[in-house]
C-alpha cells in the first residue's frame, strides 16, 4: 500500500515561502501523476498543482489559477519524492495541504489512489 507523508509546513509571514515536501513509498511512483491538494477551514479540498506523465515519458505540470506564477511543484523520482515550492504566499494560501498519488498518468480529484495525512500552512498578513 503506497504511504505519502508530508513535511515543510509552518507558519509564514505574507510575501514568505515555504517548501513542503512529500516523501513516497509502497509502490513505483514513476510513470503516475503526483500533486498537492489544500483544504482550507470551511472550504472543499482543491486542486493546487500536479505533475502528469506523458506519452512522451516526460512529465508535465498543471497549476490551479489561484497558484500560478508563485508555487512550483517538482518531483525527484530517485527519491520518490515530490516537492511544493511557495512564494510570495497569501493570507488566503491558508489551508492543510495535502499529497496525492494518482492511479493513472493525469491527476484529477477522481483519479487520486493515495493520500498523505496533510500539512498546516498558515500565512499571516
Known amino acids: 500500500q503506497a504511504q505519502l507523508v508530508e513535511s515543510g509546513g509552518g507558519l509564514v509571514q505574507a510575501g514568505g515561502s515555504l517548501r513542503l515536501s512529500c516523501a513516497a513509498s509502497?509502490?513505483?511512483?514513476?510513470?503516475?501523476?503526483m500533486g498537492w491538494f489544500r483544504q482550507a477551514p470551511g472550504k472543499e479540498r482543491e486542486f493546487v498543482a500536479a505533475?502528469?506523465?506523458?506519452?512522451?515519458?516526460?512529465?508535465?505540470?498543471n497549476y490551479a489559477d489561484s497558484v500560478k506564477g508563485r508555487f512550483t511543484i517538482s518531483r525527484d523520482d530517485a527519491k520518490n519524492t515530490v516537492y511544493l515550492q511557495m512564494n510570495s504566499l497569501k493570507p488566503e494560501d491558508t489551508a492543510v495541504y495535502s499529497c496525492?498519488?494518482?492511479?493513472?498518468?493525469?491527476?484529477?480529484?477522481?483519479?487520486?489512489?493515495?493520500w498523505g495525512q496533510g500539512t498546516q500552512v498558515t500565512v499571516s498578513s
Open positions: 496525492a498519488a494518482a492511479v493513472g498518468a493525469t491527476m484529477t480529484s477522481d483519479s487520486v489512489g493515495s
Open positions: 509502497g509502490r513505483t511512483f514513476r510513470g503516475y501523476a
Open positions: 505533475l502528469n506523465w506523458s506519452k512522451g515519458s516526460i512529465y508535465y505540470t
